[in-house]
């Protein structure tokens, strides 16, 4: 089955730093979404971007699709942007998400 | 926004007693999903169902698990005998095709 690897595992950042996750993946896909999962365990959807680049305030996400990789960016981060984040995909004649380990995301007062 | 509903949002069962987790996806997803989380652990796949009936279902999914869309509007995990190892968090979720998914929030089963 595909494979995604998501990096850093851990990144812990001053309030108001800026920082860069990335996922990597090892086939085509037709989905790609970034998840935050939050300290009450809550996935909450960030992006649904199996390609281009979209943009929600602080948050942004691009995803080469000919390279397989997604990169989340998260600027002037506030406490409350700490959690896991999780990059899930799927490929083109399989429903499932495959979710990728996660990059936990401390942000320091 | 339209959202899946789960409930409950935590159970405590004694081992080897039968659980069954609700949910309601959005009314007009055709496909759902249920998905697992070990505490520390990445999310996995448990099991898809469209058109009334599985259409994959993963390797942890057997014969102890069953899915049921009793009506229009729910959508049912059943977990027969529980063990310890089934405490998770379990995630309902829901998609129209193209669009991407969109997740409850998560049932935290304990199972002491």
């Known amino acids: 089955g595909i494979q995604v690897e998501q990096s850093p595992p851990d990144l812990i950042l001053q309030e108001g730093a800026n920082s860069t996750l990335r996922c990597n993946f090892s086939?085509?896909?037709?989905?790609l979404q970034w998840f935050h999962q939050n300290p009450w365990g809550q996935l909450i959807n960030l992006f649904y971007?199996?390609?281009g680049t979209k943009q929600n305030g602080r948050l942004s996400a691009t995803t080469v699709a000919t390279e397989r990789y997604s990169l989340l960016y998260i600027s002037s981060s506030q406490t409350t942007d700490s959690g896991v984040y999780f990059c899930a995909v799927s490929n083109f004649g399989n429903e499932k998400l495959t979710f990728g380990t996660g990059t936990r995301l401390t942000i320091i007062p | 926004e339209p959202e899946v509903t789960q409930t409950p949002s935590h159970q405590v069962t004694q081992m080897g007693q039968e659980v069954i987790l609700r949910c309601v996806p959005i009314?007009?997803?055709?496909?759902f999903y249920w998905y697992r989380q070990i505490l520390g652990q990445k999310v996995e796949f448990l099991v898809s169902f469209y058109n009334n009936e599985i259409s994959e279902k993963s390797e942890i999914f057997d014969d102890q698990f069953s899915v049921e869309r009793p009506d229009g509007s729910n959508f049912t995990l059943k977990i027969r005998s529980t063990k310890l190892e089934d405490s998770a968090m379990y995630f309902c979720?829901?998609?129209?095709?193209?669009?991407?998914?969109?997740f409850g929030s998560g049932t935290r089963l304990t199972v002491v």
């Open positions: 009314s007009n997803h055709l496909y």
């Open positions: 979720a829901s998609s129209e095709r193209g669009y991407g998914y969109t």
């Open positions: 086939d085509s896909v037709n989905n």
């Open positions: 971007i199996p390609s």
